[in-house]
């Protein structure tokens, strides 16, 4: 996994600032330990300055040259308030909500990055999905290219040809539950740039469906038709096509017969699902039928770094996402 190793490298030389509010889960400290130990980024934990180094210190682990911080008593505290205050004052947020709001370590987490104090933020190793977005999407939003934000996970299926040498990019695992044809567009061109900036290849994008170029009939096959020809727009200089069954996008022999002439059909390293339900169970079929690695959700689109975690997840996989999130920060930084 050559790809792990230029993220760490670029993880390591940005050194950049990740908080990690979920302190109370074990995989959390051991990952936190060893992104130090690794000199992968510069690790901040949410949590009890007092009790947390002794919990650590049970579990044998050393937390004593990492920095804790507890929302109650950090010095910005207030600020961070009114900040909050000000940018959700008009979807009817009171200031006395704000103030308890950052109680939660991951608004209080959220807001650090939004405020510049932390580079990036990286949980959901014990917090759903949606408990770790909405804050990244209520105050740090998207990006201003974008409209969506996506979740795409990186896939490396060990002894396997396809793809770029097993390497997969697969999208939206994590966030929209049944894009329109646009959004799934836009969720293919970004997980097209995840593909180039993250995974070092140039995507081979298949939007996938349960028809191959018009082998069936039905409004979910039209949306993603319609998707394809909105990314194209959007990106005219790549391979991007469907829609592809998943065997016709991944096997060669099956792309030539399904799909003949197709620049994309049989290449794919791309895929592109048409809503959450395939997704998310794609991705973890594959996950845990296949023994892929998969790093992810990686969030694409969001303005600042801020990434999940499937709760499901080990200590490595904490540690990979936060070198992605260092990485993802530096790109981020305007010289
Ligand atoms: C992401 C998710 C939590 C948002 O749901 P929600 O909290 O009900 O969101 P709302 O519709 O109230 O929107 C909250 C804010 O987020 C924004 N938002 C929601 N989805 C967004 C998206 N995909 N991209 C960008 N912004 C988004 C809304 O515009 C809104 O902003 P505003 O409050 O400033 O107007 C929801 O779509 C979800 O649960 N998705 C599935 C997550 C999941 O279970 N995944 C499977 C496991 S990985
Ligand atoms: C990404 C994902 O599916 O997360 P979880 O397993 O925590 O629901």
Redesign the pocket.
């Known amino acids: 996994m050559d790809f792990l190793q230029v993220i760490k490298e670029k993880a390591s030389a940005a050194q950049r600032r990740i908080i990690l509010p979920e302190s109370g889960d074990s995989r959390v400290l051991k990952a936190a330990r060893q992104i130090v130990d690794q000199k992968l980024a510069r690790i901040t934990l949410i949590g009890e300055e007092r009790q947390l180094p002794r919990q650590a210190s049970d579990l044998r682990i050393d937390l004593s040259d990492l920095e804790i911080i507890e929302p109650a008593a950090h010095p910005k505290r207030e600020q961070y308030v009114k900040t909050l205050y000000q940018l959700r004052r008009e ?1 009817g947020l009171s200031l006395d909500e704000a103030r308890e709001l950052l109680n939660n370590p991951l608004y209080f987490g959220t807001m650090m990055v939004y405020c510049g104090d932390m580079d990036g933020m990286v949980a959901g190793s014990i917090s ?3 408990n770790v ?2 804050p990244a ?2 105050i740090i ?2 990006e201003r290219r974008y ?5 795409a996970f990186l896939i490396f299926v060990p002894d396997c040809i396809l793809g770029e040498h097993g390497l997969f990019v697969f999208a939206d ?5 049944n894009p329109d044809s646009r959004t799934l567009a836009e969720i293919g061109i970004q997980a097209g740039h995840t593909a180039r900036n993250l995974a070092n290849f140039e995507p081979v994008i298949s939007f996938l469906s349960f028809s191959t170029q018009g082998s069936a009939s039905h409004e979910m096959v039209d949306k993603v038709r319609e998707a394809v020809q909105i990314a194209r727009e959007m990106e005219p200089s790549w391979a991007i096509d469907g829609e592809f069954q998943a065997d016709a996008a991944l096997i060669p022999a099956v792309g030539r017969q399904k799909a003949p002439g197709s620049p994309v059909a049989g290449k794919a390293n791309v895929l592109v699902f048409p809503d ?1 339900q395939s997704g ?1 169970i794609g991705y973890k079929l594959v996950e845990r039928l296949a023994k892929a690695v998969a790093i992810g ?1 990686i969030l694409q ?1 969001m303005a600042k770094p801020v990434n ?1 975690l ?1 709760r499901g997840c080990n200590s490595d996989d904490i540690v990979n996402m936060v070198a992605i999130t260092a990485v993802q920060a530096q790109a981020t930084i305007r010289p």
């Open positions: 979807k759903t999905t949606g977005l909405r999407l209520q939003k998207t409209q969506t934000v996506s979740g695992c994590a966030v929209n539950v959450l998310n959700p689109g999940d499937s």
